[in-house]
């Protein structure tokens, strides 16, 4: 079974061979290494130039993150595609663990597989699935409602999903229309997420680095906001995946996601009081949120052993 490596990368000539060499490392060999280089001004060229025929290299004009993985997407000849950003690495057996997995699970219907990252940044580590609040009963297994838990929770995607070549196509690729080129991952992590269930492993299998220059834009919460409500809003009037949705917990986070919107504005105002206003509707809001998601009512990650 062929797997897809796809490696967008734009300025990042001083991370990009860690993460080639991660995805070179794999113990799963049958793979091919798609690298595109997103308009980079820097060396990174050169660097790419070094490793040969070990990789595939396309290079096309900045389009930003969903143009370089959708050309990738449609370069890749493997029947299970990944990605991998370019400052971040793999651990050598997670291929090989996803792949296997996979082909455990094919008979259920399974469309991809996530594993859990170790998340390395200034104030510690933490674990994709604990920032996410998702607490696996079974090490590895089938996860039969990713959709229930992703109306409300982000989740490191991109860089630990194995996805199914057909699952892919079925879900769509990556939005390019998003504002300001933000949350490609969980848009299509979302609607891969209503086609069917997906695999897990809960074991660390990736490291996730904070970004520490000035080439990744810092996105603002009001920005971040904006556009997670735009995504469901599209989603829940989508003729397709819209019936497809759990209609109330959608509904609930759209009713945060508005009032939150509204907060954050007030937030940044240049009258001191509604700013402290603005701080005190947040701070509201998401202790409201908080409480909600321990309630017993709460949907809770279903899981079962493969």
């Given at each position: 079974?062929?797997?897809?490596?796809?490696?967008?990368?734009?300025?990042?000539?001083?991370?990009?061979?860690?993460?080639?060499?991660?995805?070179?490392?794999?113990?799963?060999?049958?793979?091919?290494?798609?690298?595109?280089?997103?308009?980079?001004?820097?060396?990174?060229?050169?660097?790419?130039?070094?490793?040969?025929?070990?990789?595939?290299?396309?290079?096309?004009?900045?389009?930003?993150?969903?143009?370089?993985?959708?050309?990738?997407?449609?370069?890749?000849?493997?029947?299970?595609?990944?990605?991998?950003?370019?400052?971040?690495?793999?651990?050598?057996?997670?291929?090989?663990?996803?792949?296997?997995?996979?082909?455990?699970?094919?008979?259920?219907?399974v469309v991809?597989?996530?594993?859990?990252?170790?998340?390395?940044?200034?104030?510690?580590?933490?674990?994709?699935?604990?920032?996410?609040?998702?607490?696996?009963?079974?090490?590895?297994?089938?996860?039969?409602?990713?959709?229930?838990?992703?109306?409300?929770?982000f989740l490191?995607?991109?860089?630990?999903?194995?996805?199914?070549?057909?699952?892919?196509?079925?879900?769509?690729?990556?939005?390019?229309?998003?504002?300001?080129?933000?949350?490609?991952?969980?848009?299509?992590?979302?609607r891969l997420?209503?086609?069917?269930?997906?695999?897990?492993?809960?074991?660390?299998?990736?490291?996730?680095?904070?970004?520490?220059?000035?080439?990744?834009?810092?996105?603002?919460?009001?920005?971040?906001?904006?556009?997670?409500?735009?995504?469901?809003?599209?989603?829940?009037?989508?003729?397709?995946?819209?019936?497809?949705?759990?209609?109330?917990?959608?509904?609930?986070?759209?009713?945060?996601?508005?009032?939150?919107?509204?907060?954050?504005?007030?937030?940044?105002?240049?009258?001191?009081?509604?700013?402290?206003?603005?701080?005190?509707?947040?701070?509201?809001?998401?202790?409201?949120?908080?409480?909600?998601?321990?309630?017993?009512?709460?949907?809770?990650?279903?899981?079962?052993?493969?």
């Amino acid at each position: 079974m062929l797997v897809s490596v796809i490696i967008p990368t734009y300025n990042r000539a001083k991370t990009i061979e860690r993460a080639v060499n991660s995805a070179l490392a794999q113990t799963w060999k049958h793979l091919e290494v798609i690298v595109v280089d997103d308009g980079s001004t820097d060396n990174t060229d050169e660097l790419l130039e070094a490793y040969g025929s070990r990789i595939r290299v396309i290079r096309q004009k900045n389009g930003g993150p969903s143009a370089a993985k959708n050309t990738g997407i449609r370069a890749a000849t493997g029947e299970i595609i990944s990605f991998l950003d370019s400052d971040d690495s793999w651990l050598p057996p997670k291929t090989e663990r996803q792949v296997n997995l996979l082909q455990r699970t094919e008979s259920s219907g399974v469309v991809c597989c996530v594993c859990n990252a170790r998340m390395l940044n200034s104030t510690g580590t933490v674990t994709s699935f604990r920032k996410a609040g998702l607490y696996p009963k079974h090490e590895e297994g089938i996860w039969s409602n990713p959709a229930d838990i992703l109306i409300t929770t982000f989740l490191l995607f991109n860089q630990v999903a194995a996805v199914r070549r057909e699952a892919l196509a079925q879900a769509g690729y990556f939005r390019e229309d998003l504002p300001y080129g933000l949350n490609e991952d969980y848009d299509f992590a979302l609607r891969l997420a209503l086609i069917g269930p997906w695999a897990f492993i809960a074991e660390p299998l990736m490291e996730w680095h904070e970004h520490t220059d000035n080439i990744s834009r810092t996105y603002s919460q009001l920005e971040i906001c904006a556009t997670t409500r735009k995504i469901l809003m599209d989603m829940g009037t989508s003729p397709r995946f819209g019936p497809m949705l759990p209609r109330a917990t959608l509904n609930r986070r759209l009713r945060y996601l508005r009032n939150s919107h509204y907060a954050l504005r007030l937030k940044d105002h240049t009258n001191p009081s509604l700013r402290l206003l603005g701080r005190s509707l947040l701070l509201c809001l998401r202790k409201n949120e908080g409480l909600c998601s321990r309630l017993f009512a709460t949907r809770r990650m279903l899981t079962r052993q493969a």
